[in-house]
């Protein structure tokens, strides 16, 4: 059985940082790509951040480039998401997903995404 679990959410300040982590079992995470998803109260949930299985592909929505940084050790089964300079708009519940692909690029596609986690609560203070 796969399992998803998010952790290294909570309040902080604008400006402050946030690492956030996402461990995978019941599957071999160098066989997926994975991403990160957030969802704001009464938003659609939105792409963050994607890489592929081997590192190589990554992307990040346009609002958080030179902010976040994503990365991942298959060896932990880990992917991660570093998170700076934050700002009260970035306040979501993130998401870890795993998507099985094509492991050429990564995909922030809800549709293309096969495993989730239950998320995990940001929230940027003013």
């Known amino acids: 059985q796969v399992q998803v679990v998010e952790s290294g959410g909570g309040l902080v300040q604008a400006g402050g940082s946030l690492r956030l982590s996402c461990i995978v079992s019941?599957?071999?995470?160098?066989?997926?790509?994975m991403a990160w998803f957030r969802q704001a109260p009464g938003k659609e949930r939105e792409g963050v951040s994607c890489?592929?299985?081997?590192?190589?592909?990554?992307h990040y929505r346009d609002s958080v480039k030179g902010r976040f940084t994503i990365s991942r050790d298959n060896a932990k089964n880990t992917l991660y998401l570093q998170m700076n300079d934050l700002k009260p708009e970035d306040t979501a519940t993130y998401y870890c997903?795993?998507?099985?692909?094509?492991?050429?690029?990564?995909?922030?596609?809800?549709?293309?995404?096969?495993?989730w986690g239950k998320g995990t609560l940001v929230t940027i203070s003013s």
């Open positions: 890489i592929s299985r081997s590192g190589s592909a990554i």
């Open positions: 019941g599957l071999t995470l160098d066989e997926y790509d």
């Open positions: 997903a795993a998507d099985r692909g094509m492991g050429i690029f990564c995909s922030v596609r809800s549709a293309d995404m096969d495993y």
